[in-house]
């Protein structure tokens, strides 16, 4: 008795409900308190992104008196970009950059006291931020892109799908590179260490040779053999 088939259908949305637990764009969301100071340390929050990827970073940051926050948008790359700086924001900022490097992107705040707070008010002075960063595809506004183009419904989730995949393209070309740079380091390190272990070897038969030599002459000057 041979088994039914699975229809269609059923597989079709497997297959995406599989394909997007496994290429979800990365994004975060974090709320946190910052406080004001006079002289205020950088408070980062870093996400990892790849190159040439796209970076939309909403801030909502809460009310509060007397109080300056600036924001910079910087990266960990060894040229240390700095994408974005904008000072005083108020409410809801949106921002937008593109990735220049490998590496993490850092979202960093400052609060600034006002010089008319004394130093004893100062404790209780803090903005609330809420942050949301999303990266790659999932930072495309695809309901924008499908007013502007007159996008279907279909259409619009094709879309979607061909950025996702074009991440996973990349991700795999990232995987596949750091792959052959490891690759690469271990081969390194494995020929130094076999040179190194070559070189003690060396050393040693050398080292006893001379220990044989320098006691057969202290022995010879001794008149202890022939």
């Keep these: 008795m041979s ?20 290429i979800a764009a990365p994004a975060s969301a974090i709320k946190f308190n910052l406080r004001a ?25 809460g009310p509060g008196n007397d109080q300056r926050v600036d ?6 790359s060894p040229q240390k970009n700095v994408y974005l700086s904008k000072r005083n924001i108020t409410a809801e ?10 590496g993490e992107v850092g979202v960093c705040f400052k609060n600034y006291l006002g010089s008319n707070v004394a130093s004893h008010d ?14 790659g595809a999932d930072a495309v506004d695809y309901n924008a892109i499908a007013n502007q183009e007159s996008l279907s419904g279909l259409e619009t989730e094709m879309r979607k799908l061909e950025g996702l995949v074009k991440e996973i393209v990349d991700e795999m070309d990232y995987l596949k590179k750091r792959e052959e740079k490891f690759a690469n380091t271990n081969e390194s390190t494995r020929g130094r260490v076999q040179s190194f272990a ?20 202290f022995f ?7």
């Design 198 to 217: 070559l070189f003690t070897i060396f050393a040693l038969v050398g080292l006893g040779v001379w220990q044989i030599m320098h006691l057969r002459s």
């Design 220 to 226: 010879k000057r001794k008149y202890l053999i022939d």
């Design 37 to 61: 100071y006079r002289f205020p340390v950088q408070k980062c929050i870093w996400n990892t992104v790849h190159d040439n990827a796209l970076v939309i970073v909403t801030a909502v940051v």
């Design 71 to 76: 924001v910079d948008i910087v990266d960990s």
């Design 93 to 102: 900022t949106r921002l937008a950059i593109t990735t220049h490097a490998e």
């Design 122 to 135: 100062a404790t209780n002075k803090f903005r609330v931020i809420d942050l949301d960063v999303d990266i």
């Design 3 to 22: 088994s039914r088939p699975r229809p269609l259908y059923s597989r079709f949305s497997l297959f995406n409900i599989l394909l997007f637990l496994l």
